[in-house]
């Protein structure tokens, strides 16, 4: 049956990165049959700017009728100022919500060809591979009670609240163990159990259900550890799944492991294996517009939709493959760019990786 993509290019580099990955599902529907239609909708600033809202009523309810969605990116300096209920961002976050994409995975994946790119030292993360399973739509970032009250005595107080529910940790671990099937079988689960009861629960539920999954090697870290050991020996690491705060910040420290942000992509699914996929960079209003941003994160973004959501992975083995082929080729984007490599822009390098991929 035929999938639906909907393709939401958003703010700033976002329509120059979403126009390479666009030729490429042509491509890919050309040349090797692939059976998706594409639509494109409006969010971000450029949504508000023509409707108002960041998030239209019509993108959400075409975002949930699609099996998947190819997002850009949101935000730019010209909608900075607006008040927080419209800002670009809130597009982002309410197409998560709708969706109910609870389960955000992050690869932070360091190509051996780039690997002087990275801060740390090359035998350190060359042919890093590590995926972080996020837990999305719970955990402190969403309990109850929260909010800034004030106290009797006039003293301010701020309260957050790190709530899981059972079937919320069982569902995450769930997409980590069989993730994990699919690369070397080795899950971490990162917690915070000997302080936090919240985490102590999370720990608890995940042995028990990794009964189901006795061919995965499951092993636990706390928090402050996990965030040494990613700086000390990330290659240890195969997948590590992890609550909402948590992952926000170790996702963050491992893609910085790559030292190329313009290389790593993201995607976000629900039960139902609808999913959004998205590099992990921002809109970066700084280069948009000049044809210079770089636009492999969101052709590996293409990659990571067919293998998780449109069940195409030999497609996106050869997504893969064409990216480390230009890059053997010496093509750089202005951002991973060293001393005798070819400077290209956004335009070439995407047309590199689908010469690679015509038949
Ligand atoms: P950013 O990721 O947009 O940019 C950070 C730096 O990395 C900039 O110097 C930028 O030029 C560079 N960069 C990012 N992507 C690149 C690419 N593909 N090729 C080459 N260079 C690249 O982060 P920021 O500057 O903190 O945020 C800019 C805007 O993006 C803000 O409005 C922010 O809210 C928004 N944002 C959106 C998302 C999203 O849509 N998922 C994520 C992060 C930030």
Redesign the pocket.
């Known amino acids: 049956m035929t999938k639906k993509v909907l393709v939401l290019p ?5 329509q120059e ?1 979403v126009g390479e990955a666009v030729k490429l599902i042509k491509l890919l529907q050309s040349d090797y049959g692939l059976d998706v239609e594409m639509e494109e909708a409006l969010v ?1 600033g450029t949504a508000y700017d023509a409707t108002g809202k960041p998030l239209p009523d019509e993108t959400l309810k075409l975002a949930k009728e699609s099996d998947a969605v190819l ?7 010209k ?2 100022e607006l008040d927080i209920s419209v800002r ?2 809130k597009g ?1 976050l309410g197409l998560r919500a709708g969706m109910d994409l609870f389960a955000n995975l992050r690869p932070a994946i360091l190509y051996p060809q780039l690997a002087d790119a990275s801060t740390l030292k090359p035998e350190v993360v060359s042919g890093l591979d590590i995926m972080i399973v996020r837990e999305l739509t719970g955990g402190i970032y969403f309990g109850q009670p929260r909010g800034i009250h004030e106290l009797e005595n006039g003293e301010k107080q701020g309260i957050n609240t790190l709530v899981y529910k059972e079937s919320e940790i069982t569902r995450i671990a769930k997409v980590a163990f069989e993730i994990a099937r699919k690369r070397d079988s080795r899950v971490c689960s990162v917690d915070k159990a000997n302080v936090l009861e919240c985490t102590e629960l999370w720990r608890n539920i995940v042995i028990d259900f990794h009964k189901d999954y006795s061919d995965i090697e499951l092993s636990h870290m706390y928090v402050d550890n996990a965030a040494m050991q990613l700086v000390r020996a990330p290659k240890q690491f195969d997948v590590m799944v992890t609550t909402n705060m948590f992952g926000d910040i170790l996702s963050d420290a491992a893609a910085m492991l790559t030292g190329s ?2 290389m790593l992509p993201s995607a976000s699914l629900n039960d139902s294996g609808q999913g959004m996929y ?10 948009a517009g000049q044809n ?4 492999l ?1 969101t052709i590996l973004s293409v990659a990571m939709m067919l293998r998780y959501t449109l069940d195409e992975a030999e497609m996106a083995d050869k997504i893969e493959k064409a990216v480390s082929d230009v890059l053997d080729d010496g093509l750089r ?3 991973i760019y060293s001393d005798g490599m070819t400077k290209v822009s956004t335009n070439t390098m995407g047309a590199a990786v689908l010469s690679k991929l015509q038949k």
């Open positions: 958003g703010d700033g580099i976002g990165i971000g997002l850009g990116a949101v935000g730019g300096y909608w900075e670009p961002e982002l942000i313009g998205e590099p992990i960079h921002g809109s970066a209003p700084d280069i210079i941003a770089n636009p994160a984007t202005a951002d």
